[in-house]
Every structure is written in C-alpha cells, then in structure tokens.
C-alpha cells in the first residue's frame, strides 16, 4: 500500500467508530471535505515572500545555463568538440552510448590543461579564450564564454583527463552535479579526454524530453558531421555503443565533403568560390532538382563556425530563384570567411547565429558569387576547363558554314560571342529596355522555312552513306539528329544521345537576353498624382533608414506622417503591379535583411512571362539548321540547363546506358 501522505485538500471527515482512522474516511464515504483556504492577507503575505530578490546559488545558475545550452545530448557534444579544436586537437575520438545520454566521452591529442588548471575548467565564466572587450569583438576560437563544462559539470557526472608536453603524468578531475573532487594523477596519453557519463541524471524533468535513444543519436551524428565539414584538417572517429560508425582521416576538403554527403552529391554539385579581399566565400552547391541523397543539406560555416543565417540563404535562394522548381529548398555546404570584427557571433546561446555588421554587402557578395558558379552554359559541365565552348570559334564558325550555311554560321559566331561573354565575371549590361528582343530572337531562330529547304529535310532522315561528315569539332551538346513529336530534338554527342525540349530550352534563351536588355539601372516612372500609402511604424523606419536603397530599386518615397508614406515615383516595368503592395514586401526585407530583392524578383517574374509566350511552341516543325542553331545557343547561354520554372531542359542518355537497355555485352 501506498504510504505517502494524502493531500490535505482531498482529505475527508472520519465519522465515529471508523475502523481505518488513519486513512481519513477514504474507505468508506466519497463526500470530500476541502480545507478552508487562506484568507486574501495570508496569501498576500506568500505572494510577497516569493517575490523578494534573492541570489540564486552556484549549483542552481549552473543548471538554468544548462537548460539554455545543453539541450539534448547533441549540444553537450558540440561544445566538447568546439573545446577539442580551440585545443589544437588533430585527431578526435568520440565515444557514444546509449544516444549520447548513457555517455559521451570526447578524446584529443591537443595541448591538454595543466593540473592547477583543472578546477577552473568548470568554473562558471573562467575562459583560456578572451581577456578583454577586444577580445570578445573579435572572436576567433569557438568558445569564449566559459560556462559549457560548468553547466554540463551541474546536470551530469562529469570527468577530465588531460596530460600536457611539459606533465611527467595525466590529472583526473571528477566531479558529480557540480560537485567536484581534487585532480588526481593517472595514466594517459598526451591531451584530453572529457567523459560526460548519465545526463541529466539530477534534473529527471529534463531526462524525461529527450527523444528516443535512435533520434538523439541522429543529432549526435548531425554535429559529427558539421565539424568534419568544418574541418577536414581534423580527423575524427565516432563509435556508438562499442560499434564503430565512420573513421575520416586527415584530407582535402572536397573529399571530405564528398565522405560526409556522399559522391553522387559531390558530383551534382557545383564549385562556388570567390574572394573579395576583406570577404571570401568557397564551397559548393548542388544543383537544383537533382535527384542525390541529401538534397536537404545546408551547412553555412561563418570562420568555420556553422550556423544558421538567414541572410546568406535569402541571398543564395536569390541567386537560385530562377533555376528551382516549385517549392523545393537550395542544399549547399559554402565557407564564409571574413574579419572576426565584421561579424557578431554573441548572439544566440548555442552560437549557432550570427550578426553581419554589413548584411547587405554580405547578401550581395554571396548572392553573385553563388549566381557566377551557377550560370554555366548547358552542357559545360561535360567540357574541360582547359577547352572552353568560345575556344577555336572561327573554325567552328567555318565548320558550320560549310554544313548548314551562313545563317547557322552567324549562330554559331554568336555562340561563342556569348560563351565568352559568360566568362567575364560581371558582365556589364545595357541600360536601355527593348521588348523586341523576344520577338528578333524567335524570328531569327524560328522564321518559317523555305518549303523546298522543309520539304527536303523533314519528309526523311538522310541515308547514313549520303549524310554529311560532322566538322571535327566538339560541341557539348553534339549535332542535331531529328525532331521527335515536334516537342524534342535528338541530337548525337560524343557521349550518346542528347534529349533538348525546345520549348523550355528556347524559353530560357528568350528570357536571359531579356534580362541582358533590361539592364541593371532601373527606369523610374513619376505618378501623375503622389500616392499615400498607410504603414506601419516600423516601414516608415525602414523607408528612412533606407531611403537611398529604395531610390535606386525605382520608387522615391518620403515621409507622410507617423503612418504613412508619400509614394511619387515607381519602377517603370512595375507600374502596372501594384506598387504599394510591392512597396510593402520590398520594406519588409530592408528591414529584415537589410538588402530585398524583391523589385528584381517581380521584373524577373514579367520577363519570364514574357519569354514563355515568346518561346517557340510545340509541334513547330524545325529544320537541321535551326535545330543545330538552338543548340549552340544553348551551349552559350548561362542556366540553359533548366528553364525559368526550373524544369530540366535537356537530358543526356549515355552510351553505356544504351548498352544497358538493349544487354549488350552480357
């Protein structure tokens, strides 16, 4: 029988000659008596004794600490590996147990910590890492707080071993929910072992959320994995539950990262790298809409802390807005290096956050760095670096002279003009605006053929034995074959077999000249009559702050009162779309990000459009001429890989796979 204490308010009255005194009349009658509550000045006096300031003891600020950075066993673990690197640990070895929440023991070869040093290790704020307010404004270690070891020391059974170059013998300190023995000497190696042994042992509160012993194992895994990206300087060897799970040695970061997310991404993936001096960005990002395992991934390292910044995804997704389909997210594993003074990293209590003091150079320096990477040329991906598609163009523009004709040769010429053109890393554009860009280029491409020329060329295919010798020149995406329902061109490479949709291949040309057209300066359009536009007090904010920004994104707006703005000139292409209501997303991202893309965004949508409606239709017959013509336009264009929606607008069918279908060699 349960022998604690019944609560008083469900104590009832024992009548006379109950035979079970002790239990209140429970037995016997389920009337229930509650006790009189305390009158209104006695509860006054309760409220008003909780309510006296008072410090809290160590043990107690201890574990609050806790609660806001050791979550999970995960967050335990990133901060020992954090303290192994800022170390100087070349090799790590990790040991879990039970998901991390039975054990995690965190071993390195770094410089390890003297004996005497030893209990401040986990004393509250005691750090090896800054000294000084200069120091904090220009962090460049993972740690600086001070207060991991302490708020683990407080929710778990802590021990530290750790041996120096100069110690004859390794020193133990052990300690228990923030109770701590005295250093002990013990046999180890040269640097430091951290053992964390039942988490969360003394708050069973919080023992109680944590997930299944799989899911936190995952998370453990999940910061494994961050700092091998981080560091492929490092080796690291993790097993779990005496099972041994991944062993990466010391290697070159791209093989690194091909270990951590597998081949097939690495080789989906494109290289982003530039390096502007003060601010440098490398990495890669996959390619929208491949079909590989972790499309997911993000990982952004700011001076190789990983974090989650949403100024650098915005500005990825910018570069990308137009090359994704639907709603699907950009993966990407990039580096961002730049002055410790430039960036605030005491932001959050994990440091998985950051603060740009310039978000907007920050935006704009990813944003066309990631754009530059990826406006590849269809097809680029299968040529060398050292035989770019603009090499040799007076012969390949001879070449196609000689076997299609002059007008496919002026193709060919501009090809080559604009593969050149791609190259040159920030191509300058014209400022002025011409709509019939879309119309020359689909009468250029896609003029009705003379009916001899169609007659000739479409009622059959030419005998192998009668057709043409193809010039020796190699072309990434081959020469054209046939036309296949009107919709595909089939055309041969040296790989095999290439697939085109004309339609969304001839939408993508269409819209990047458009865009060429419409220039990077923004034509303004003055209202005849200013319009009032109401707002909140944080637009008008955001509208002062940023007043030249708006200015040069095409809308001149001034002060109206304390909720409103005097709106007198919009973007020339946007008149017509609602300028306040654009007026009202552009102020959200100043605000936000401190940079909004959101102008570019809707002139890019439009322009879209209007290369859709432009773009040569389906069941539109084409000659060989015109066929091979698209294509080198292709091979010249940035992202004609995919079109404006992000669908695919080519496929490559290899030999080897066509061996396959039909079994051959077997």
Known sequence: MNDAPVPPEFKTAAPAGDPFPSTGGLLKTSAI??????DGASRAKAVASLRQIRTLPDHLVNQIAAGEVIERPAAALKELLENAVDGGARAIDIELAGGGATLIQVSDDGRGIEPEQLPLAIARHATSKIASFDDLESVASFGFRGEALASIASVA???ITSRTQRGHSAFRLKTEGGTSDAAEPVSARLGTTVTVAELFFNTPARRRFLKSESTEYAHCLDAVRRLGLARSDIALQLSHNNRAVLRW???AWPARVAAVLGDEWLAAATAVEADGGVLAVQGF???PNSAVPNRDAQHLFVNGRWVRDKVVLHAIRDALRDQMHGASAPAFVLKLTLDPRAVDVNVHPAKTEVRFRDSQAVHQFVRRAVERAMSGAAGSHATSADAPVAEG????SAAAQKLFGDRVAAAFA???DGAEAASRPYPTRPTAFDFGVAERATQYFFAP???????????RLPATENAPTLPAIEHPLGFALAQLHGVYILAQNSNGLILVDMHAAHERIVYEGLKAQAGAAMATQRLLIPSVVSASEKEVAAAETHRETLQQLGFEVSLGG??????RSVPTLLADAAPEALLHGVLAELDELGVSAAIESRRDELLSTMACHAAVRANRALTIAEMNALLREMEATERAGSCNHGRPTWYQLTLRELDALFMRGR
């Open 33 to 38: 008596v509650p006790e009189p509550m305390p």
């Open 393 to 396: 163009a007076a012969s390949v």
């Open 285 to 287: 990002v996959l390619k």
């Open 414 to 416: 501009r090809a080559a």
């Open 249 to 251: 040695p010391v290697q």
């Open 157 to 159: 059974r802590l021990a």
């Open 449 to 459: 053929p003379e009916p001899a020329a169609a007659s000739s060329v479409t009622a």
């Open 562 to 567: 304390p909720r409103s703005l005097t709106l």
